[in-house]
């Protein structure tokens, strides 16, 4: 059994992810035509809902996420105010799928996507090291036997 | 032993269709023309020269078309500039689909489908027209298995199917673009005539609630008088046959449809019931099958409507291997449980109603129309009720070498049986307020081409962990937690 965190760096992607979110969401209602009370109020929700992810969902979140490995199966377990955990056998399996966007990249972070018949789960940022042993291992001679 | 199997000619026909409307309809339109007004209009020539070159194309895509049946692989070759050749081993084949409409009737063809796991949703993996006789040769070669039983459905229980599983929105889809066709074909306002007939008829009623009411019930009537029909014909004349791993499902009036497909490829059987069917206690069966057919749907129906006893006996006969021991898991029996259950429904209750007096108060003149939207929306949220207290008494959720789990499906409910090897995802949420509780919600995704999944709630969250762990040998996992 082999289980994977999320690194501290994951945790200031999303909170970057975060900030530009919440920028852009101002910048549109700025443009709004709608009067200015209105505005200022939609902002403060705004600025609200980003202080309450940065400073308290967002690091629970990735505490919260856990990776396991065993021998038939990769159980992956997040969620704060749901928490939900996926079950995947690795005979169900069909293929993993790495994403890199231009800001995880600057951090050295990748995204896992494990596909299945009509279903995916996601992994969210783990460092490119785990990421490439968590493929390797799921990928590993040993499974793929026992799966065929 | 090898066998070729040709195309048949109609299928140059399938492969001009596409340019139907808007290269055969003009011609003929432009042909009729010059006939009748000696009139030829410019594009005339062009319009020749395209269907000339499409008619040549498919020809010479029918020609190329071979089907060849070698040892235990069965390889179709098709295309003519890019040819394409498909090797796929007869185990693999998932199911294979004839379709006999009345044109293939005189003609002596049938439209076959081949399907496997592989491909699109939605869509049949290989599609072509053979000759009946060569079709009939090719089914016997891929599923050749010596018929053990028989058994035919009465119209009476293919009629219950269709009129418990019809709905007003389906047969909104299916009747408003042929109505729209037909209008257009004959250049005429086929809606605009419906629509008044439809206000005429209605207005004639005279009750309580205003005019509108009356012609949106009529409409809704019609639509789903439209969907039941199509139902009824196309499940009609329902015939199972099946031999030692073969099953085959025939139906259809104008338009016969064979299914044949082995009882090993089958990913999970599915015991439904619709809101009707709930009142009237009957129960449909039907099974999902790799890649199969090209409809909305990929199930096949296998018994279209029997009570429960009947059900669980056809069942157990044709799929004994699916059947199920073990510890049963069910919502916990707490009064604190069943009001979580009703939770929603109360909440929705109280929300119309609320909603329905702002309204009455704020539109004093639409009040008649208000109360039956209101009626409307109660009725809706009773039902809803009533299918979750059914989660409540008969959720289910049994894991051994198969699983077996029950639940409700929007106002219907639903038990699955699958190998377990077929399960593809077990996913357990939990909120909040069922982590004080000690409870969950365990959906359950079965890993086929339909993806067929069932969520059963409030669930014990030990119990339910124990037996997961058990059935997926992943206790160290839930021992570490």
Known sequence: ?148 | MKRIYKAHPLMIFSFIKPFLFVLIIPLITAVLRYLTDRRLTNILALEILCFSSVLLIGTARFLAFRLILEDDILRIKSGVIFVRTSDIRISRISSLQTERNPFDLIFCSVTCRINTEAGSLKKSDFKFKLNHRDSDELSELLFSDKTVSRARFSAIRVAIMAAATSSAATGMIVGVPVINRIGKLLGIGLERMLLDEITNVSSKFQNYFPPIVNTVTLIVLLAYAISFLYSFLKHINFKLSFGEDRLTVRSGFFVRVKTAFMRSQVNNVKIEQTLIMRLIRRYSMKVSVGGFDDAKSVSQVVVPSAKRKAILEEFAEYFPFLETKGRSLHPDRRTAIKNRFLLWPAVYFLLTLAASVYFCLRFPDFNRLIQFLTIVLLTVVLCYAFACLYEYKYGSLKLNENAFMQSNRFFGTRALYCPLKNIGQVKITRFPLDRTQGINRVRITVCSENADSIRVRFLNHRQTSEEIAKAFGIEEYFKCE
């Open chain 1, 1 to 148: 059994m082999k289980t994977y965190a999320l690194p501290k760096k994951t945790l200031w992607l999303w909170r970057i992810r975060a900030a530009l979110a919440a920028l852009l969401l101002i910048a549109i209602c700025f443009f709004l035509p709608i009067p200015f009370d209105i505005m200022a109020i939609l902002c403060c929700v705004i600025l609200f809902l980003f202080c309450g992810a940065y400073f308290w969902y967002l690091p629970k979140f990735i505490c919260s996420c856990r990776i396991t490995v065993l021998k038939d199966s990769i159980i992956i377990k997040r969620g704060v105010i749901i928490e939900n955990t996926h079950i995947l056998p690795f005979s169900r399996l069909i293929h993993t799928l790495t994403v890199q966007t231009p800001l995880s990249k600057l951090f050295s972070l990748n995204m896992v996507l494990l596909k299945a018949a009509r279903f995916r789960i996601f992994v969210p940022e783990l460092s490119s090291a785990d990421a490439q042993s968590l493929i390797s291992e799921i990928n590993s001679e040993e499974i793929y036997e026992k799966n065929l």
